[in-house]
């Protein structure tokens, strides 16, 4: 028989603690598809490390064979820990050179501008220690742009929030952390330059 | 139509319908593709035996091992009873390639050792002549593994030819030579494969203004004041910056003017430093000063020195492309350097790099003005520089200028004779 492991489960949130938790989120996907990403950029703490693992079609161990940890998710992703290849492991100053980018006439994959919107769901407070939160979230994005097949974006982002002393407003969080899997091997997708 | 209509005589117009026809991309199968060396991966990814990955050899899928023996194999991926792959992860260590519908296994060489059913019959098939269809040559060549379907190829150090020159100015800088880090990034582009290949082949021309939001414009006129752009044969080519005799170390060395090294602390700039205080020693005076910016290896290989990637443009027809790149790094550097020069790769090239995601963008773009009707009376001009390349007294090969395009005429002047062969036989 299985058992739930007490890593996996979340922690027991009170209403008001779950509600900012989503406020922030649902607010920062609002400042994503409506670019403002200066003011996205606000959201996020100069120390982030920001990376996304790739992930890779990985041959499966027999000897796990009738265990959980045979599909383990975390075997197929070579993430910035690793000495494998992730698909981004960023700074603040990378982050801040795309955003801005976005803001140049000549950012041409993105001009015209693309559309998004980006549903962010399944938000889960894994730990908390301090005043620093770790939080999981899924999204899925719709995208389009012109002369591009419009594509669906799915992923889990992994993050670790620090809790703003004395901050009331929407964002009281500051992101710290943010680990971005996405749900392709091959990337059939135009770019994985967003800001996820 | 033929191809002697697509592309003309200096190679200066070639036409729409060389990015787009189903025709010609069955010309290039059999033309380019089933008579060229192409790239499979490198010794650093299949270390211990029974260590594999998955190559691709056009739309081919290869199995490139270590065998128990030691030696490297390359395979077709493909069940000799009903054509399954028989491997399908993408890289790994086993024993045995198992197909999943009647579990006819192979080893790691690619023989095949058992067929369930057989004991159950009274006839047995000869299993020695049943093994995973090998690729008939395979070479390496400084840890490079290439892999060809022609029979009668010429060696692999004669097809590379002076790019062994070129390609040595990075490898030779340091002691242990490269290492692939991790798997392939795999970016499904809509767009045909020649342009990506003519792309990191020559055109730095394209930096100044495509990636203008990002590349300041000095360190443009720079490339342009110090570059050179470099044909060693028709279809291999490399461009770099020849930096002055007695330029600061920091001016020269390789990476030092990328993001993560910028931001990687002294560690990292240290040790590329040392390297490049020893670059002369190792690879000679002239090859000490260069700074590699693009190198393409016909066909379909592309080496990114500036920001340190190996590339490979996989067809899927004449309108898509398996754009496959790999993060490498010197052999030697410790892991906490490795991790810092492979940031150099991702932030900006592979499918989240800032700046190559401006280059997919245009590869597609290109592709919709390649399949558009009533504009097959006006090829693309090609003829900038025309005529304008020529020998160096240091640097083998054509010489000349980044802007001159003949690096892409070379090119095509190739493309179109092996596709003519083809032509003439049918």
Request: hydrophobic share 40%.
């Amino acid at each position: 028989m299985s058992e739930v492991r007490a890593e996996n489960t979340a922690v027991l949130t009170t209403p008001e603690q779950q509600r900012a938790l989503e406020r922030f989120y649902h607010f920062e996907a609002r400042l994503l598809d409506n670019r403002q990403y200066q003011q996205w950029l606000a959201l996020v703490s100069p120390d982030i490390q920001y990376s996304m693992p790739s992930r890779v079609n990985v041959q499966v161990d027999n000897r796990q064979s009738g265990r959980e940890s045979m599909l383990a998710v975390e075997h197929e992703l070579e993430s910035a820990d690793s000495l494998g290849s992730p698909l981004r492991e960023e700074t603040y100053i990378h982050l801040m050179l795309r955003v801005e980018r976005a803001f140049k006439i000549n950012s041409w994959s993105e001009s015209p501008p693309a559309r998004t919107r980006r549903i962010v769901a399944n938000i889960e407070l894994m730990s908390e220690q301090g005043d620093e939160l770790q939080v999981v979230s899924n999204f899925l994005l719709y995208y389009t742009r012109p002369g591009t097949q419009s594509v669906l974006y799915s992923g889990q982002r992994r993050d670790v929030l620090q809790l703003q002393q004395g901050d009331s407003t929407a964002d009281g969080y500051r992101i710290y952390r943010r680990e971005v899997i996405m749900d392709y091997a091959n990337i059939e997708l135009p770019t994985l330059g967003l800001l996820f | 139509m033929r191809i002697a209509d697509l592309v003309n005589a200096d190679a200066s117009l070639i036409g729409r319908r060389c990015w787009s026809s189903d025709a010609v991309y069955e010309l290039e199968k059999k033309g380019i593709f089933g008579r060229t060396w192409l790239f499979l991966g490198h010794e650093s990814q299949i270390v211990a035996p029974g260590d594999f990955v998955q190559a691709y050899m056009c739309e081919t899928p290869i199995i490139l091992s270590r065998g128990m023996d030691g030696q490297v194999y390359a395979n077709i991926n493909s069940c000799s009873h009903r054509g399954l792959p028989v491997c399908r992860a993408d890289h790994g260590n086993t024993r045995r390639f198992v197909c999943p519908y009647h579990s006819w296994s192979y080893s790691v060489e690619g023989n095949l050792v058992t067929i369930p059913q057989e004991k159950e019959l009274r006839t047995r098939p000869d299993k020695s002549q049943l093994g995973l269809k090998s690729v008939p040559r395979l070479e390496s060549w400084r840890g490079m593994i290439f892999g060809s379907f022609d029979e009668n190829i010429i060696p692999l150090d004669q097809y590379l030819g002076d790019m062994r020159f070129y390609l040595d100015a990075f490898f030779e800088r340091f002691p242990q030579g490269i290492e692939f880090m991790g798997a392939p990034h795999r970016w499904v582009i809509n767009a045909n494969w020649k342009l990506p290949v003519e792309n990191q082949l020559g055109d730095v021309n394209h930096g100044a203004f495509l990636h203008a939001a990002i590349i300041p414009r000095e360190a443009q006129d720079k490339i342009a004041e110090l570059g050179y752009s470099v044909v060693t044969q028709p279809g291999h080519g490399a461009t770099f910056r020849l930096m002055p005799e007695g330029a600061p170390v920091d001016d020269v060395a390789w990476g030092m003017e990328a993001m993560g090294t910028l931001l990687g602390g002294n560690e990292v700039q240290d040790y590329l430093r040392e390297v490049q205080a020893r670059a002369a020693e190792r690879v000679g005076s002239v090859r000490a000063r260069m700074k590699g910016l693009t190198y393409g290896i016909y066909p379909n290989l592309s080496f990114l020195w500036s920001n340190t990637s190996f590339k490979v443009s996989h067809p899927r027809g004449p309108g898509k492309v398996e754009y496959w790149s790999w993060a490498v790094v010197p052999a030697d550097a410790p892991a906490a350097i490795k991790k810092i020069l492979r940031s150099n790769y991702s932030s900006f090239f592979g499918p989240a790099g800032i700046l190559e995601q401006e280059d997919s963008e245009v590869w597609s773009q290109q592709l919709l003005g390649s399949s558009i009707d009533f504009a097959d009376d006006r090829p693309y001009y090609y003829g900038l520089g025309l005529g304008e390349e020529g020998p160096h007294a240091e640097l083998p090969g054509l010489v000349s200028v980044t802007a001159n395009e003949f690096y892409a005429r070379q090119f095509f002047m190739r493309w179109r004779d092996d596709l003519q062969a083809v032509e003439d036989a049918l």
